[in-house]
Protein backbone atom coordinates (compact mmCIF):
# COMPACT_ATOMS: atom_id res chain seq x y z
CA UNK A 1 0.00 0.00 0.00
CA UNK A 2 1.59 3.84 -0.70
CA UNK A 3 -0.35 6.90 0.02
CA UNK A 4 0.30 9.81 -1.68
CA UNK A 5 0.03 13.32 -0.27
CA UNK A 6 0.08 16.45 -2.29
CA UNK A 7 1.46 20.03 -1.00
CA UNK A 8 2.25 23.40 -2.44
CA UNK A 9 -0.93 24.27 -4.67
CA UNK A 10 -2.04 27.91 -4.31
CA UNK A 11 -3.14 31.57 -6.35
CA UNK A 12 -0.27 32.35 -8.34
CA UNK A 13 -0.28 35.27 -11.06
CA UNK A 14 -0.07 34.53 -14.67
CA UNK A 15 3.83 34.15 -15.43
CA UNK A 16 4.63 33.32 -11.88
CA UNK A 17 6.10 29.79 -10.62
CA UNK A 18 5.43 27.21 -8.22
CA UNK A 19 6.70 23.65 -6.82
CA UNK A 20 4.33 20.98 -6.19
CA UNK A 21 5.47 17.99 -4.09
CA UNK A 22 3.78 14.52 -3.24
CA UNK A 23 5.15 12.58 -0.75
CA UNK A 24 5.04 9.36 -0.60
CA UNK A 25 4.32 6.41 2.44
CA UNK A 26 5.89 3.21 2.35
CA UNK A 27 9.19 1.57 1.84
CA UNK A 28 8.92 0.63 -2.58
CA UNK A 29 8.71 4.19 -3.45
CA UNK A 30 11.96 3.86 -5.77
CA UNK A 31 9.86 0.93 -7.61
CA UNK A 32 7.23 3.07 -8.92
CA UNK A 33 6.85 5.54 -11.81
CA UNK A 34 5.41 8.86 -10.29
CA UNK A 35 3.07 10.75 -12.43
CA UNK A 36 1.40 14.14 -12.19
CA UNK A 37 -2.08 14.72 -13.78
CA UNK A 38 -4.58 17.26 -13.67
CA UNK A 39 -8.47 18.56 -13.75
CA UNK A 40 -10.35 21.21 -14.38
CA UNK A 41 -13.93 21.97 -13.87
CA UNK A 42 -16.11 20.05 -16.38
CA UNK A 43 -12.48 18.43 -17.79
CA UNK A 44 -11.20 15.08 -17.86
CA UNK A 45 -7.96 14.18 -16.03
CA UNK A 46 -5.46 15.05 -18.02
CA UNK A 47 -1.61 13.95 -18.19
CA UNK A 48 0.81 16.24 -17.20
CA UNK A 49 4.47 15.02 -16.65
CA UNK A 50 5.97 11.96 -14.96
CA UNK A 51 9.78 10.17 -14.48
CA UNK A 52 10.74 6.47 -14.34
CA UNK A 53 11.72 4.55 -10.79
CA UNK A 54 15.30 5.51 -11.34
CA UNK A 55 14.58 9.36 -11.99
CA UNK A 56 16.56 8.64 -15.31
CA UNK A 57 13.77 9.43 -17.32
CA UNK A 58 11.13 11.55 -18.04
CA UNK A 59 7.96 12.36 -20.39
CA UNK A 60 5.72 15.90 -20.96
CA UNK A 61 2.76 16.54 -22.19
CA UNK A 62 3.38 19.25 -24.27
CA UNK A 63 1.50 22.12 -22.84
CA UNK A 64 4.07 21.72 -20.38
CA UNK A 65 7.18 21.07 -22.46
CA UNK A 66 9.32 23.76 -21.26
CA UNK A 67 7.90 24.98 -18.45
CA UNK A 68 7.51 22.47 -15.79
CA UNK A 69 9.74 20.06 -14.70
CA UNK A 70 9.48 16.63 -13.07
CA UNK A 71 12.09 15.21 -10.63
CA UNK A 72 12.29 12.59 -7.83
CA UNK A 73 14.02 12.35 -4.59
CA UNK A 74 13.94 8.75 -3.53
CA UNK A 75 15.90 9.11 -0.43
CA UNK A 76 12.52 11.81 0.66
CA UNK A 77 9.93 9.50 -0.98
CA UNK A 78 8.86 12.53 -2.60
CA UNK A 79 8.49 13.62 -6.25
CA UNK A 80 8.22 16.95 -7.59
CA UNK A 81 6.48 19.13 -9.65
CA UNK A 82 8.25 22.94 -10.68
CA UNK A 83 6.03 25.01 -12.48
CA UNK A 84 7.23 27.99 -14.40
CA UNK A 85 5.51 30.50 -16.61
CA UNK A 86 2.06 29.91 -15.10
CA UNK A 87 -0.54 30.47 -17.80
CA UNK A 88 -4.28 30.51 -16.93
CA UNK A 89 -5.10 27.40 -18.59
CA UNK A 90 -2.64 25.48 -15.86
CA UNK A 91 -5.40 26.13 -13.44
CA UNK A 92 -6.36 22.96 -12.11
CA UNK A 93 -6.55 20.78 -9.68
CA UNK A 94 -3.09 18.62 -9.41
CA UNK A 95 -2.60 14.92 -8.63
CA UNK A 96 0.30 12.87 -8.19
CA UNK A 97 -0.21 9.14 -9.05
CA UNK A 98 1.94 5.97 -8.65
CA UNK A 99 2.40 2.58 -11.08
CA UNK A 100 4.69 0.02 -11.44
CA UNK A 101 5.88 -1.96 -14.23
CA UNK A 102 5.18 0.71 -16.76
CA UNK A 103 7.40 3.94 -18.71
CA UNK A 104 6.82 7.49 -18.28
CA UNK A 105 5.71 7.55 -21.94
CA UNK A 106 2.85 4.38 -21.19
CA UNK A 107 1.96 6.58 -18.44
CA UNK A 108 0.34 8.79 -20.34
CA UNK A 109 -1.83 7.08 -22.08
CA UNK A 110 -3.21 4.38 -19.60
CA UNK A 111 -5.37 5.73 -17.00
CA UNK A 112 -3.94 2.52 -14.93
CA UNK A 113 -2.16 3.78 -12.01
CA UNK A 114 -2.36 2.04 -8.95
CA UNK A 115 -2.04 4.77 -6.47
CA UNK A 116 -3.53 8.61 -6.23
CA UNK A 117 -2.90 11.30 -4.11
CA UNK A 118 -5.97 13.22 -3.07
CA UNK A 119 -4.48 15.93 -4.94
CA UNK A 120 -3.89 19.88 -4.41
CA UNK A 121 -4.95 23.30 -6.35
CA UNK A 122 -3.35 25.79 -8.22
CA UNK A 123 -5.42 28.78 -9.40
CA UNK A 124 -3.33 30.94 -12.06
CA UNK A 125 -4.79 34.36 -11.88
CA UNK A 126 -4.44 36.74 -15.31
Known amino acids: QVQLVESGGGLVQAGGSLRLSCAASGRTFSTYVMGWFRQAPGKEREFVAA????????YYDDSVKGRFTISRDNAKNTVYLQMNTLKVEDTAAYYC???????????????????WGQGTQVTVSS
Open 51 to 58: ISASGGGT
Open 97 to 115: AAERFTTPQLMSIRRTQDY
